[in-house]
């Protein structure tokens, strides 16, 4: 079956630190892959996406790779602020239906 | 696009009463999904259709839950007799998928707050 091991948290930075999130995946086929965040009291919001091996997904500063030998897609930023504190969910989807990570949550001091 | 949209934000209600969420996915979304989030669990899927058909509700906890589709642009899930345990946020998301290729994501709604008391 498919599942989604990311970072356990929390994890807190000061402001202007390196972010690395690890995420990995078990999934059948050639899934696509998301990092989804959420900030306190919305939605999941989709952070950035890619759909095939090798492939780079960038927002907002944030990027991740899709990495189908090591079955890995870790969430980078080079310079976190505090606006960045929410949990973030790494995600892979296959045939429609999605199977997320259990979130990671940042905090950002200043 | 206004996105999906859901009500009520927030529904505060007493056990044993009934609790109709509401949920208008995107236009075109051929997938709806409902999630149900707490602290201790962490985000659960309960069910999800595809063209308004319910394809997985596993997730469901128990018969006292319920989800309908009736048209492409609305989703009710319905929870009869409600119970504090119950209590949490319920997301709706909705998406599009290309059959036979890549997926490009779920935009969900801004939640429903439950609170059972």
């Known amino acids: 079956g498919n599942s989604v091991t990311q970072m356990e948290g929390p994890v807190t930075l000061s402001e202007e630190a390196f972010l690395t999130i690890n995420c990995t995946y078990t999934?059948?086929?050639?899934?696509?892959l998301f990092w989804y965040v959420q900030y306190p009291g919305e939605g999941l919001q989709l952070l950035l996406k890619?759909?095939?091996?090798?492939d780079k997904g960038s927002n907002k500063g944030f990027e991740a790779t899709y990495r189908k030998e090591t079955t890995s897609f870790h969430l980078e930023k080079g310079s976190v602020q505090v606006s960045d504190s929410a949990v973030y969910f790494c995600?892979?989807?296959?045939?429609?239906?999605?199977?997320f990570g259990d979130g990671t949550t940042l905090t950002v001091k200043p | 696009d206004a996105g999906v949209i859901q009500s009520p934000r927030h529904e505060v209600t007493e056990m044993g009463q009934e609790v109709t969420l509401r949920c208008k996915p995107i236009?075109?979304?051929?997938?709806l999904f409902w999630y149900r989030q707490t602290m201790m669990r962490g985000l659960e899927l309960l069910i999800y259709?595809?063209?308004?058909?319910?394809?997985?509700d596993s997730g469901m906890p128990e018969d006292r839950f319920s989800a309908k589709m009736p048209n492409a642009s609305f989703s009710t899930l319905k929870i009869q007799p409600s119970e504090p345990r119950d209590s949490a946020v319920y997301f709706c998301?909705?998406?599009?998928?290309?059959?036979?290729?890549?997926?490009?994501?779920?935009?969900f709604g801004s939640g429903t707050r439950l609170t059972v008391v």
């Open positions: 236009s075109g979304h051929d997938y």
């Open positions: 999934a059948t086929g050639y899934p696509s």
């Open positions: 890619a759909t095939k091996a090798d």
């Open positions: 995600a892979l989807n296959n045939a429609g239906k999605s199977t």
């Open positions: 998301a909705s998406s599009f998928h290309y059959t036979g290729r890549a997926n490009y994501g779920y935009t």
């Open positions: 259709f595809n063209n308004n058909v319910p394809i997985d």
